[in-house]
């Protein structure tokens, strides 16, 4: 029996009892939705990530604890996906214009 069938073997007994206990039901629906979250993130534009930045700033404001750290870190994960998203927009804009987006809007 080579190790790869061993392993699926090995699965297949304890995902049946696994499947069964609700608290590894939840914690999978947990992971999938930080999952999720991460994947909605990487398609919203700039202009909404800025928006979901914002709402959940002032929701967390002066929460404390093990679950506002968390938010925190959803938080900054958001804003590093904003910084990715206005990077790629600045360049898609400079690369049909030829010209950089931050020098036009100081023209306004």
Same mark, same amino acid.
């Given at each position: 029996? %080579?190790?790869?069938?061993? *392993?699926?073997?090995?699965? /297949?007994?304890?995902?049946?009892?696994?499947? $069964?206990? @609700?608290? =590894?039901?939840?914690?999978?629906c947990?992971?999938?939705?930080?999952?999720?979250?991460g994947?909605?993130?990487?398609?919203?534009?700039?202009t909404?990530?800025?928006?979901? %930045?914002?709402?959940?700033? *002032?929701?967390?404001?002066? /929460?404390?604890?093990?679950?506002?750290?968390? $938010?925190? @870190?959803y =938080?900054?994960?958001?804003?590093?996906?904003?910084?990715?998203?206005?990077?790629?927009?600045?360049?898609?804009?400079?690369?049909?214009?030829?010209?950089?987006?931050?020098?036009?809007?100081?023209?306004?």
């Amino acid at each position: 029996m %080579r190790l790869a069938d061993m *392993e699926t073997h090995s699965l /297949r007994l304890y995902l049946a009892a696994s499947l $069964k206990e @609700a608290e =590894i039901r939840r914690t999978c629906c947990a992971v999938d939705a930080i999952l999720r979250a991460g994947t909605i993130l990487d398609e919203l534009s700039p202009t909404s990530l800025e928006q979901v %930045r914002d709402y959940c700033s *002032e929701y967390n404001k002066g /929460r404390k604890g093990t679950f506002s750290e968390f $938010k925190h @870190a959803y =938080i900054n994960m958001v804003v590093e996906h904003l910084n990715d998203a206005r990077m790629t927009e600045n360049r898609l804009f400079q690369g049909l214009t030829g010209k950089d987006k931050d020098d036009l809007q100081d023209k306004w």
